[in-house]
């Protein structure tokens, strides 16, 4: 454990919001079970017991597919709704060089700007341990194709 710990690659993205409020980006993510509003999702379903809307979302679970094919199988572990903060962990389909990853969501407004952060944290199989620190210049270049699908929402 410990060696995991100090192998241990964290990272964050953070985007402006250019047609979208704060609020609206939210209660697009909020929707838990259906991100097929994402360019780069094709499927989701709700695969967890705690319905959208739910006061308190922690252990919510849903089956991702991205347009690559590949299924991830998350749950959420920590939901501030007026913070307009989740974070989540993928306990299947993990990338093949990742022994875990951990994501959280941030919207927040600064001087009138919207903001969407993407961070992480993800431990590297053990025979990759010792190329963490090319992961934490990869994974925010490749993470941050995905979070210009939220970003780059527009109001209807």
């Not at 093949?96 to 590297?124: C, I, N, T």
Request: charged residues 25%; proline residues 6%.
């Amino acid at each position: 454990l410990t060696k995991q710990i100090i192998n241990m690659v964290h990272f964050s993205v953070t985007q402006k919001a250019e047609h979208a409020s704060a609020d609206h980006i939210w209660d697009k993510l909020a929707q838990y079970s259906d991100m097929t509003w994402h360019p780069s999702v094709v499927a989701c379903k709700d695969i967890g017991s705690v319905p959208d809307g739910s006061p308190d979302m922690v252990g919510a679970r849903r089956l991702l597919t991205n347009e690559a094919g590949t299924k991830l199988d998350e749950t959420i572990r920590v939901w501030k709704p007026k913070e307009k903060y989740m974070s989540l962990s993928i306990d299947d389909g993990l990338p093949p060089f990742a022994e875990s990853l951990d994501l959280a969501f941030a919207v927040h407004e600064k001087d009138g700007e919207v903001f969407v952060e993407m961070s992480g944290d993800m431990v590297p199989k053990p025979f990759l341990a010792c190329l963490s620190p090319v992961f934490g210049k990869v994974l925010p270049k490749k993470l941050g194709g995905f979070l210009e699908g939220i970003s780059g929402l527009k109001e209807e």
